[in-house]
């Protein structure tokens, strides 16, 4: 059932037009982290990173820096929901006031134990905090949204050995499209920059599931106009 | 390279923009890319209040100009790399009353009918919606009836105002995700060096004189930034 919504009381009309304080625009602190991705060579034994937190415009901005474990879901997004704060990984400083101007370097160090010898991949997750200026009191109400900005870097530890997508499985889904499920075997990840699908002979240039590469031991979905399910000799990986 | 200077004019030039392009080529290679970033965030520091019931122009919403500009941003993507952004609330829409500087009261205040404002590409205006924020729920005689659905707001004549969404490229794409938060993919083809944005939406009291007493009330908007393909 819609709902009806009747015409105002004079009462409610004349709340409504009240304006509460409406004055100029109030400019939020902006910040950017560099570089986009942070890549660990560990095979060569590299356990520090440095990344650096940019002020570009505004306020004084408070950051709060930290490494989460990276979990992406069968398309390849990056599941946001609950992410786990990694143990892996010392960051120093985890806080950084930012002013007009200024830049900031954060140390990241890997502090992991054992040999890695497939690549991993997690999250720097650089969080604005709000700073809650107190108003000077004078009796009148102020309302104000104010806007934050939050960065997802990945940090990868990188072995130097390829990836290797192999074919899973395959149904129809309706709308004459199928998917394919293919697995990375390999120790490193499947690049999705170049990646792409030949099915039957023909490559297919409209498909799901390039969200970010896959990782060693990760399942993709990948779903296309096809007319029927495929086998694992009519799908080709090209990457 | 040294013969080249030594034999001629032209081969040095040659021989130099070769060795330039060569080293240059490395370079880039080398060079890592500058993340998308959010640059000149404005929000609104007052805002008007709509009170009561909401008016019924508002709620048809046959002028646009019933939606509040919240915010504007820009944001820079200047190695036009693809990735994602995401705009949720930091507390579901609902302002906080803030005093004595820690202590945030909840309120009814809340921002509702929230879009986000951006030209795509081909400079045609974009407007996304955000989920799960239509107009709050209004008490009939009959008691509480169920929130407006967006089929509802079609039939007030809410979607002339916007684009036609089912022709835009499937590059870019809308998914929504739970806690409201609007997701915008900014892939390959549709991927800019440069954007400008505004929030726009309507700052809701269901009782202005029991909602509202002396004091800041605060809501944030969180905008998450993620590469692409990584």
């Given at each position: 059932m819609k709902p009806r919504i009747s015409p105002p009381s004079s009462l409610s009309l004349t709340l409504s037009l009240a304006c509460l304080l409406i004055s100029a625009a109030a400019a939020s602190a902006a910040f950017t982290i560099e570089p986009d991705l942070i890549t660990f060579f560990a095979d060569k034994g590299e356990k520090t990173a440095f990344v650096e937190l940019v002020h570009t415009g505004g306020d004084p901005a408070a950051v709060q820096v930290g490494v989460f474990e990276r979990k992406l879901d069968i398309d390849g997004a990056l599941v946001k929901e609950g992410m786990i704060k990694s143990s892996d990984f010392?960051?120093?400083?985890?806080?950084?006031?930012?002013?007009?101007?200024?830049?900031?370097?954060?140390?990241?160090?890997?502090?992991?134990?054992?040999?890695?010898?497939?690549?991993?991949?997690?999250?720097?997750?650089?969080?604005?905090?709000?700073?809650?200026?107190?108003?000077?009191?004078?009796?009148?109400?102020?309302?104000?949204?104010?806007?934050?900005?939050?960065?997802?870097?990945?940090?990868?530890?990188?072995?130097?050995?390829?990836?290797?997508?192999?074919?899973?499985?395959?149904?129809?889904?309706?709308?004459?499209?199928?998917?394919?499920?293919?697995?990375?075997?390999?120790?490193?990840?499947?690049?999705?920059?170049?990646?792409?699908?030949?099915?039957?002979?023909?490559?297919i240039s409209n498909f799901t599931g390039k969200g970010n590469s896959i990782m060693p031991g990760q399942t993709r979905r990948f779903t296309f106009e096809w007319p029927r399910a495929v086998t694992a000799k009519e799908v080709k990986f090209v990457y | 390279m040294s013969i080249n200077i030594e034999r001629s004019e032209s081969g040095v030039s040659a021989g130099v923009f070769a060795a330039l392009a060569v080293s240059l080529f490395f370079v880039n290679a080398a060079y890592p890319l500058v993340n998308p970033y959010i640059d000149d965030i404005y929000g609104i520091d007052g805002i008007e209040v709509v009170a009561g019931k909401r008016p019924a122009a508002a709620a048809a919403d046959e002028d646009a100009g019933s939606l509040s500009l919240i915010g504007t941003f820009k944001v820079?993507?200047?190695?036009?790399?693809?990735?994602?952004?995401?705009?949720s609330f930091e507390n579901g829409g609902k302002l906080t009353h803030l005093r004595d500087r820690d202590i945030r009261e909840a309120t009814t205040i809340r921002l509702v009918d929230m879009e986000l404002r951006y030209l795509d590409a081909l400079k045609r205006p974009v407007v996304k919606e955000f989920p799960d924020n239509n107009a709050p729920r209004v008490r009939?005689?009959?008691?509480?009836?169920?929130?407006?659905?967006?089929?509802?707001?079609?039939?007030?004549?809410?979607?002339?105002?916007?684009?036609?969404?089912?022709?835009?490229?499937?590059?870019?794409?809308?998914?929504?995700?739970?806690?409201?938060?609007?997701?915008?993919?900014?892939?390959?083809?549709?991927?800019?060096?440069?954007?400008?944005?505004?929030?726009?939406?309507?700052?809701?009291?269901?009782?202005?004189?029991?909602?509202?007493?002396?004091?800041?009330?605060v809501e944030n908007i969180k905008f998450e930034i993620e590469p692409a393909a990584r």
């Open positions: 010392l960051v120093h400083p985890a806080q950084v006031i930012l002013y007009p101007k200024e830049r900031a370097n954060v140390q990241i160090q890997y502090k992991g134990k054992g040999r890695i010898t497939t690549e991993k991949a997690y999250v720097l997750y650089s969080q604005e905090v709000p700073l809650n200026v107190e108003k000077e009191d004078k009796g009148d109400v102020s309302m104000s949204v104010g806007m934050l900005t939050n960065y997802y870097t990945v940090i990868s530890l990188d072995v130097g050995k390829p990836g290797k997508l192999a074919f899973v499985s395959s149904k129809a889904i309706g709308d004459g499209k199928i998917e394919v499920l293919a697995e990375n075997k390999g120790a490193g990840r499947v690049k999705m920059e170049r990646i792409g699908l030949v099915v039957g002979g023909r490559a | 820079y993507n200047p190695d036009t790399i693809p990735f994602y952004i995401w705009i009939g005689r009959l008691g509480w009836t169920s929130p407006p659905q967006s089929d509802s707001r079609r039939r007030f004549g809410r979607k002339k105002s916007h684009v036609d969404q089912s022709g835009e490229d499937a590059a870019s794409s809308v998914r929504r995700r739970s806690r409201g938060a609007v997701e915008i993919v900014f892939w390959q083809e549709d991927v800019q060096a440069y954007y400008e944005m505004e929030l726009w939406g309507v700052l809701y009291a269901p009782d202005l004189k029991k909602a509202v007493v002396a004091g800041n009330y």
